[in-house]
T-cell receptor, first 115, second 114 residues
Framework: AQSVTQPDIHITVSEGASLELRCNYSYGATPYLFWYVQSPGQGLQLLLKYFSGDTLVQGIKGFEAEFKRSQSSFNLRKPSVHWSDAAEYFCAVVVGSGNTGKLIFGQGTTLQVKP | DAMVIQNPRYQVTQFGKPVTLSCSQTLNHNVMYWYQQKSSQAPKLLFH???????NEADTPDNFQSRRPNTSFCFLDIRSPGLGDAAMYLC?????????????FGPGTRLTVL
């Protein structure tokens, strides 16, 4: 079955340090992958997405992600974390197609930023 | 400037008392989705509308219904809320059904069931 796994439930980094959030997917065809961020009590905001082409994808707020088919991964990175990046991060994959296509989300990674 | 609006942001209801959550959008998108997100869990798709066509997920309880009277509005009705229905309910929209289109999410309505 198609699935998304985020191995790290909770990560704490110091402000200014680099960040990598892991995402592994299980999907037979070419995946369409997304990273969303959710601040406390808020909806989800799209950070970036991968459909095809360049495997290194740039997003908003200085985030990037790299698609690695051989590792079935789509890890999110940021070179220098800001306190405002503290939030919940969700990786998601589209399964199905056409009218039946839907997003399957990972369990999420909570990012805490230390001053 | 708001694109996907959900009202109310917080809703308290009593066990078994019907409740309706509202979503509106200014994007003129064809597709509107409803997700349920329980505490510390990922959002889970309940159903979506593609124009007037309703698509229910197989595991969505019958207790959950939806209406879309026009392009801009979509409602989530919970006929007899149970304690297990307490959650954040997220509305989202997209131009076309996935596979390649981005979904835009509203801020959510947090439902408390007493």
């Amino acid at each position: 079955a198609q699935s998304v796994t985020q191995p790290d439930i909770h990560i704490t980094v110091s402000e200014g340090a680099s960040l990598e959030l892991r995402c592994n997917y299980s999907y037979g065809a070419t995946p369409y992958l997304f990273w969303y961020v959710q601040s406390p009590g808020q909806g989800l905001q799209l950070l970036l997405k991968y459909f095809s082409g360049d495997t290194l994808v740039q997003g908003i707020k200085g985030f990037e992600a790299e698609f690695k088919r051989s590792q079935s991964s789509f890890n999110l990175r940021k070179p220098s974390v800001h306190w405002s990046d503290a939030a919940e991060y969700f990786c998601a994959v589209v399964v199905g197609s056409g009218n039946t296509g839907k997003l399957i989300f990972g369990q999420g990674t909570t990012l805490q930023v230390k001053p | 400037d708001a694109m996907v609006i959900q009202n109310p942001r917080y809703q308290v209801t009593q066990f078994g008392k019907p409740v309706t959550l509202s979503c509106s959008q200014t994007l003129n998108h064809n597709v509107m989705y409803w997700y349920q997100q329980k505490s510390s869990q990922a959002p889970k798709l309940l159903f979506h509308y593609y124009d007037k066509d309703f698509n229910n997920e197989a595991d969505t309880p019958d207790n959950f219904q939806s209406r879309r009277p026009n392009t801009s509005f979509c409602f989530l009705d919970i006929r007899s809320p149970g304690l297990g229905d307490a959650a954040m309910y997220l509305c989202a929209t997209s131009s076309y059904p996935l596979s390649t289109d981005t979904q835009y999410f509203g801020p959510g309505t947090r439902l408390t069931v007493l």
